[in-house]
T-cell receptor, first 114, second 119 residues
């Protein structure tokens, strides 16, 4: 199956710093990438949808200035958590769509903000 | 209203038996897709099966089959011959298409069902 690479898998940072998470589709071109946040033992909460070359569409309640998403190419999307705070600590996971029929996920990033 | 509803927070099944995980959805969009994913304790999301809204046949992938009842808006996952390695969280998800919004798509997930396979 298609491979989506997400880095880093785990990051610990100090409060107030920014963290960038990368999501790459390795063997296919992803016209759409999704970013999710997952709290322990809960479902995936859609944060935003990004199409290559256009601005991301954020879900209600997600701060676009806080969570910057860039989808610069058909194989790369990045999520930057700006001025991170402890409440931003969570599991972030990206996914890439292949013609809308399959959705492949990265392995996720566990963010811990101290 | 919830877009995706999974009413079973937890399920037990005997090894080698079949199990059905329930999923109902809510959309007025004629074009949509339904997915099932498995999430083991490691956190990765493993794609299991996909059903498009216009597909006439129920999707099957090995031991997984999707019981698609469009009129009832249900998309239950059937796992046949359960194995111990099937113990995990299972999520149902729906993709909605918005063709008049520049190809925007949205994929939302249900709350999940924790399946435990008993030896």
């Amino acid at each position: 199956g298609a491979v989506v690479s997400q880095h880093p898998s785990r990051v610990i940072c100090k409060s107030g710093t920014s963290v960038k998470i990368e999501c790459r589709s390795l063997d296919f071109q992803a016209t759409t990438m999704f970013w999710y946040r997952q709290f322990p033992k809960q479902s995936l909460m859609l944060m935003a949808t990004s199409n290559e070359g256009s601005k991301a569409t954020y879900e209600q309640g997600v701060e676009k200035d806080k969570f910057l998403i860039n989808h610069a190419s058909l194989t790369l999307s990045t999520l930057t958590v700006t001025s991170a705070h402890p409440e931003d600590s969570s599991f972030y996971i990206c996914s890439a769509s292949v013609r809308g029929e399959k959705l492949f996920f990265g392995s996720g990033t566990q963010l811990s903000v101290l | 209203a919830q877009k995706i509803t999974q009413t079973q927070p937890g399920m037990f099944v005997q090894e080698k038996e079949a199990v059905t995980l329930d999923c109902t959805y809510d959309t007025s969009d004629p074009s949509y897709g339904l997915f099932w994913y498995k999430q083991p304790s490691s956190g990765e999301m493993i794609f299991l099966i996909y059903q498009g809204s216009y597909d006439q046949q129920n999707a099957t992938e090995g031991r997984y089959s999707l019981n698609f009842q469009k009129a009832r808006k249900s998309a239950n996952l059937v796992i046949s011959a359960s194995q111990l390695g099937d113990s995990a969280m299972y999520f149902c998800a729906m993709r909605e298409d918005y063709p008049n919004s520049g190809g925007y798509q949205k994929v939302t997930f249900g709350t999940g069902t924790k399946l435990q396979v008993i030896p």
